[in-house]
């Protein structure tokens, strides 16, 4: 069996490259290994950043998963109307955001919407904004437990900015927000316990907000790499995104997490420009881009270094490059999936080998309607 069987499509003739495939069996395969290792949907509230489909929101509304993150006002949107019945955007909405927040909230009274906010300004004005409209947020304080991305320390200023949200009649305090995003330790007990030690503020200072008689609706913590230690709370949202699609990057950084890969790239080769060399149609506006190569992982080329990448072409050089013909097809990972499916208008999905649909990637537009 060759090395990329499982992502050979019986049809792929019919597929214009490059696409990104997503594997259906696959997908409901780790929809149910993520519920498994938390024992709980109503524990869960995935990140939809990932895959920003409709269609697998369903999928998880179908198991039970009723709650969802989001990062943009479009995902957002894109959740509530595709059933979604609580969804946190994680993500402190300033500007002209924040009317679309409210705007949201009128055009689905029955989704609970929810947001962050790590600033007295940024609530502040929220607060204007919900009292003018006659009504009020939910706001979950965002805590940076050690990202330095956004986020407040868990503290004194923290409880102090908690405290305020909680006198504010356009506002509802929601809990807490803590992600993790930088705890990628390869050893899985290395990662358990940095996850602990960042943990233990955020347990503190919810103890400390309880203790002084302000509610604390929720804690919602981590993504994939920290998901296996908040799901062993019991009292914490886990908020993984990237384990619903999976990709080379945490495959070979994270040993301990048993996912499948989902979701490929199906190229072709378009060019031999030397003995040694194979040019692709999988450029970086096909695939995600931020890091070094390898971009995109071959199983059938195990040994292949990529040497150039533009607009439309990724060049690699293999001593096997005679054995890829102008218009071979070839099936990749790539290393990191949530940037790659924004690139991607349309995404081909595969059941039973087969590239049976296509569906549009609606949660990649900045605006749906709102
Ligand atoms: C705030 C937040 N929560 C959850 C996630 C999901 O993390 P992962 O991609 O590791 O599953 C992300 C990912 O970027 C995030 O930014």
Redesign the pocket.
């Known amino acids: 069996m060759k090395p990329d069987e499982w992502m050979r499509l019986e049809n792929e003739a019919d597929v214009p490259s490059p696409a990104l495939v997503l594997h259906l069996e696959r997908i409901d395969e780790n929809l149910r290994r993520m519920v498994a290792l938390v024992g709980n949907p109503a524990r869960l509230r995935p990140?939809i950043?990932?895959h920003k489909l409709p269609q697998l929101v369903v999928r998880q509304l179908a198991l039970g998963i009723t709650k969802f993150?989001c990062?943009t006002i479009a995902e957002a949107e894109l959740a509530a109307s595709a059933g979604a019945a609580d969804v946190l955007l994680?993500?402190q909405p300033v500007g002209p955001n924040v009317g679309r927040l409210l705007q949201l909230m009128r055009t689905f009274p029955a989704v609970r919407f929810s947001t962050l906010t790590d600033s007295p300004e940024a609530l502040a004005t929220l607060n204007r904004a919900a009292t003018a409209a006659g009504v009020s947020v939910e706001v979950l304080l965002d805590l940076d437990v050690g990202q330095g991305?956004t986020g407040i320390a868990p503290g004194p200023e923290a409880a102090a900015l908690y405290r305020t949200m909680s006198t504010l009649p356009g506002i509802r305090p929601g809990g807490l927000?803590a992600?993790d995003?930088h705890l990628h330790q390869r050893a899985v007990a290395e990662r358990a316990a940095a996850c602990e030690r960042a943990y233990a503020a955020v347990e503190k200072l919810r103890t400390e907000l309880l203790a002084a008689g302000l509610t604390v609706p929720r804690v919602?913590a981590?993504?994939?790499?920290t998901?296996p230690f908040h799901a062993r709370r019991g009292d914490v949202d886990c908020?993984?995104?990237?384990?619903v699609l999976w990709d080379a990057g945490?495959g070979t950084n994270m040993p301990d997490l048993d996912f499948l890969p989902a979701a490929t790239l199906l190229t072709r080769v378009v060019s031999r420009p030397a003995r040694n060399r194979v040019c692709l149609d999988l450029g970086h506006k096909a695939v995600a881009s931020e890091m070094p190569h390898p971009r995109v992982i071959f199983p059938v080329l195990p040994n292949a270094r990529a040497v150039g990448h533009n607009e439309e072409h990724l060049v690699l050089e293999t001593e096997d490059a005679g054995n890829f013909p102008v218009g071979t097809v070839l099936h990749g990972i790539p290393w990191h999936i949530?940037p790659t499916v924004a690139l991607h208008s349309h995404v081909s999905v595969a059941t039973a080998g087969r590239a049976s649909a296509i569906w549009p990637v609606v949660g990649r537009a900045r605006f749906i309607s709102i």
């Open positions: 990140h950043k990932t993150k990062a994680a993500l991305r927000h992600y995003g919602v981590g993504g994939t790499p998901f908020s993984p995104g990237t384990c945490y949530c």
